[in-house]
């Protein structure tokens, strides 16, 4: 399958332009790039990657002439001398570099223009950007600020005085300051709810997957960092903080009052108990249950999770 960009970019532009700078451009067939595609069908002008060496590449795949491949930098073996009918691109982590470029490529196909769609019902008193976008069907309510670039997709509420920052990113039908249950049983049985008086703080450049619920504080307020991506159909519990630059896979669900710190990653599925608190850099496997402390720089799995002591690769 080929994905074509609506206009080409050579090999050494991207390499020159990208935000992840650790490649050289060790072949330079002086092409155009216009498409992307995956390694086994990448045609002429197009782009791929290989996250294996040059030469173990070229052994396992045919690389066709007039495309450009990212592989692995090879410390061992250099390519200079080397001649071929297409561009390769070295670098340290070829998977990173080459959805830096595909970025470069296509990045503004996913930002919708500016602009209000006027089936949504935004309240008296809310504030938004004139450059964000509010899609089809948002309900936006008094107090709640929307910043510049944001973008908030179709079917979304976004509760009182929420705070969503520039270049955010919501996505569709989530809900982001809602009451969650503080909940408390009287002595007839009936459940008698704490009101939440706190609000919700989206932090710059936060992507917020489909269908993903934030809720608002109860005494104080819940705070997603900047930068952190949410996956979707993920539940975040009132008075939760989580740090800036966080990875939340998928079906993620965190508890009310938990503290998640800075680059942590959270695999699809994880749980993470109420005042849990996971540190700076760790990392939890895939539909792990968090219940105590997880040590800055631990990887931990299971439930009760519990510590492998393994090098976590995506954070180091």
Same mark, same amino acid.
């Given at each position: 399958?080929?994905? $074509?960009?609506?206009?080409?970019?050579?090999?050494?532009?991207?390499?020159?332009?990208?935000?992840?700078?650790?490649?050289?451009?060790?072949?330079? *067939?002086?092409?155009?790039?216009?498409?992307?595609?995956?390694?086994?069908?990448?045609?002429?002008?197009?782009?791929?990657?290989?996250?294996?060496?040059?030469?173990? $590449?070229?052994?396992?795949?045919?690389?066709?002439? +007039?495309?450009? %491949? %990212?592989?692995?930098?090879?410390?061992?073996?250099?390519?200079?001398?080397?001649?071929?009918?297409?561009?390769?691109?070295?670098?340290?982590?070829?998977?990173?570099?080459?959805?830096?470029?595909?970025?470069?490529?296509?990045?503004?196909?996913?930002?919708?223009?500016?602009?209000?769609?006027?089936?949504?019902?935004?309240?008296?008193?809310?504030?938004?950007?004139?450059?964000?976008?509010?899609?089809?069907?948002?309900?936006?309510?008094?107090?709640?600020?929307?910043?510049?670039?944001?973008?908030?997709?179709?079917?979304?509420?976004?509760?009182?005085?929420?705070?969503?920052?520039?270049?955010?990113?919501?996505?569709?039908?989530?809900?982001?300051?809602?009451?969650?249950?503080?909940?408390?049983?009287?002595?007839?049985?009936?459940?008698?709810?704490?009101?939440?008086?706190?609000?919700?703080?989206? +932090?710059?450049?936060?992507?917020?997957? *489909?269908?993903?619920?934030? %809720?608002?504080?109860?005494?104080?307020?819940?705070?997603?960092?900047?930068? $952190?991506?949410?996956?979707?159909?993920?539940?975040?519990?009132?008075?939760?903080?989580?740090?800036?630059?966080?990875?939340?896979?998928?079906?993620?669900?965190?508890? +009310?009052?938990?503290?998640? +710190?800075?680059?942590?990653?959270?695999?699809?599925?994880?749980?993470?108990?109420?005042?849990?608190?996971?540190?700076?850099?760790?990392?939890?496997?895939?539909?792990?249950?968090?219940?105590?402390?997880?040590?800055?720089?631990?990887?931990?799995?299971?439930?009760?999770?519990?510590?492998?002591?393994?090098?976590?690769?995506?954070?180091?």
């Amino acid at each position: 399958m080929k994905f $074509t960009a609506d206009q080409s970019h050579s090999a050494a532009d991207l390499v020159r332009n990208s935000s992840d700078q650790d490649a050289v451009l060790a072949i330079d *067939a002086n092409l155009d790039v216009h498409s992307v595609s995956p390694i086994d069908v990448v045609e002429q002008g197009g782009l791929c990657f290989s996250n294996d060496t040059y030469a173990n $590449t070229i052994a396992k795949y045919e690389v066709p002439d +007039g495309c450009t %491949v %990212v592989v692995k930098r090879d410390p061992e073996h250099s390519l200079d001398g080397v001649r071929a009918g297409y561009s390769i691109v070295e670098a340290a982590k070829p998977r990173r570099w080459f959805i830096a470029a595909v970025r470069q490529m296509f990045l503004d196909a996913e930002k919708p223009a500016a602009g209000i769609h006027p089936s949504s019902y935004i309240e008296d008193g809310a504030e938004i950007s004139n450059s964000a976008h509010i899609g089809p069907f948002v309900t936006i309510q008094k107090g709640a600020c929307i910043g510049d670039k944001a973008v908030i997709h179709h079917g979304c509420f976004i509760g009182p005085e929420t705070r969503v920052g520039r270049d955010a990113v919501i996505c569709a039908n989530s809900v982001v300051g809602m009451a969650g249950q503080a909940v408390e049983r009287l002595d007839d049985d009936e459940q008698i709810m704490l009101p939440h008086l706190g609000h919700v703080i989206i +932090g710059d450049g936060v992507r917020l997957g *489909a269908n993903c619920v934030v %809720v608002r504080g109860s005494l104080q307020n819940t705070i997603v960092g900047r930068r $952190t991506m949410v996956g979707n159909l993920s539940n975040i519990g009132h008075n939760v903080s989580v740090g800036e630059d966080c990875f939340i896979g998928a079906h993620t669900l965190i508890a +009310g009052s938990a503290v998640i +710190g800075d680059r942590t990653w959270l695999a699809p599925g994880v749980m993470i108990a109420n005042k849990a608190k996971v540190g700076r850099n760790a990392m939890v496997g895939l539909n792990s249950g968090v219940t105590k402390f997880v040590r800055e720089d631990d990887y931990v799995f299971g439930n009760p999770a519990r510590s492998l002591r393994k090098i976590n690769k995506y954070n180091k």
